[in-house]
C-alpha cells in the first residue's frame, strides 16, 4: 500500500523507496493523473487524504472532491479516502474535505498525546491539539481558521503583501504594493530559511528560484527594482515579512497550547527545522527519517495499515 496526499499545490506519495513531492497546481489543470500513473501498476493499493479540492478550478468543493477520488481510482481502483470523521471512504463523500491534517493527527495522537502539532508547508501552517482527538472530528477549514487550527501562511507560496501593509526602508514608512511580486519563498531563499532545491513551487514572475533573482522580485513590492533600493534594503523586506509570518505562527501556537493543555510542540513540513529550533520543539523529520514533509500522505498510510485496510 501507499499514502498519497491531494493537494491544491502539491501531491505527495509515500512508498516503499520514500517521500515524493510532485509540483501540481489543480487550478492550472495539472497532469494528477500522469503523475499517479507512475506509481500504478505495482499490485500496490492506495490510501489517500486530500485538500486540493477547494483549488478554483472547481465550482465547489463537491466537484473537487468527486474529479480527485474519479482520477486516483482510474489508476488504484481500490483506494481508500480518509474523511475528517476518522473512518475511510470507498467513495466520494462530504466528509473528504480537507483531512490532511486529520489524518496526521490520528496517526501521531498516541506517540505524542500531550503536545501540539505545527506542519507549516508551502502554503499553509495547521496548527493541531492531539490530545483532543475526538473534539478535532467534523472539523471543516473553515472552523479551524475560526478556532485558530489554521493560518494560512507557508513557506513558499504566501503573497508577501498578504503579511506586510508596509515596510521600512532606509528608516522611511513605505506602504507596499498589493501586486503578486514577491512570495514567501522568495524571502525565505534570501534568508537562508530553505534551500534552492526547496523551493519547488512556481516564482511569481517565471523567473528563477535563485538568491538574486528573489532580492528582485522583493523589490518590486515597493514599486522599486534592486538597484533603487540595494540589496541592504531588499533583504530587509524579507526579514520584515519572516518576523511578521513568525509571529502570527507562533501566537496561534501559543493559543492552542494555552487552550489544549499542550506541553511540547511537534513539527513538520517545510518548515519544520526552523519551527522547531524557535519553540525547543521535536521535529519529525528527524524522528520519521524524512517523511515529515510529506507527514499527511506518510500518516494515511500508517493510519490504513494500523486499522489492517489492504
Not at 497532469?31 to 506509481?39: E, I, R, V
Not at 492506495?46 to 465547489?60: I, K, N, Q, T
Not at 512556481?202 to 522583493?218: I, Y
Not at 515579512?241 to 517545510?270: D, K, T
Amino acid at each position: 500500500m501507499i499514502g498519497i496526499d491531494v493537494g491544491g499545490a502539491n501531491l505527495k506519495v509515500v512508498d516503499g523507496s520514500g517521500a515524493h513531492i510532485h509540483y501540481c497546481p489543480l487550478w492550472k489543470e495539472a497532469p494528477l493523473g500522469d503523475l499517479l500513473s507512475a506509481y500504478a501498476g505495482r499490485g500496490e493499493n492506495a490510501a489517500v487524504v486530500m485538500s486540493g479540492e477547494l483549488a478554483d478550478s472547481f465550482s465547489g468543493k463537491a466537484e473537487g472532491i468527486g474529479f480527485i477520488v474519479d482520477v486516483v481510482r482510474e489508476h488504484f481502483p481500490d483506494a481508500i479516502f480518509y474523511g475528517t470523521d476518522g473512518v475511510f471512504h470507498d467513495r466520494a463523500v462530504p466528509e473528504l474535505a480537507a483531512a490532511n491534517w486529520l489524518a496526521s493527527a490520528d496517526y501521531l495522537r498516541e506517540r505524542y498525546p500531550d503536545a501540539v502539532l505545527l506542519d507549516v508547508g508551502s502554503t499553509t501552517a495547521d496548527i493541531v491539539p492531539l490530545g483532543r482527538f475526538d473534539d478535532l472530528l467534523g472539523l471543516t477549514d473553515l472552523l479551524r481558521l475560526q478556532r485558530g487550527y489554521l493560518v494560512y501562511t507557508g513557506m513558499l507560496r504566501t503573497n508577501v503583501a498578504t503579511i506586510l501593509r508596509a515596510v521600512e526602508i532606509n528608516g522611511i514608512f513605505t506602504p507596499v504594493s498589493t501586486e503578486y511580486f514577491a512570495c514567501s519563498g522568495d524571502a525565505h531563499l534570501v534568508l537562508g530559511t530553505i534551500r534552492p532545491e526547496d523551493y519547488t513551487s512556481a516564482t511569481p514572475d517565471g523567473g528563477q528560484a535563485t538568491v538574486g533573482a528573489a532580492l528582485r522580485r522583493l523589490s518590486r513590492v515597493v514599486c522599486s527594482d534592486l538597484e533603487e533600493i540595494g540589496e541592504a534594503a531588499a533583504r530587509s523586506i524579507a526579514l520584515q515579512f519572516w518576523a511578521a509570518q513568525q509571529g502570527m505562527i507562533l501566537r496561534a501556537v501559543w493559543e492552542c497550547m494555552g487552550r489544549s493543555g499542550g506541553r511540547h510542540v511537534v513539527c513538520a513540513g517545510i518548515g519544520s527545522g526552523v519551527f522547531a529550533e524557535t519553540l525547543k520543539g521535536t521535529d519529525l523529520n528527524r524522528d520519521l527519517g524524512g517523511m515529515a514533509d510529506a507527514l499527511p500522505a506518510y500518516a494515511v498510510l500508517e493510519v490504513a495499515q494500523r486499522n489492517g485496510s489492504r
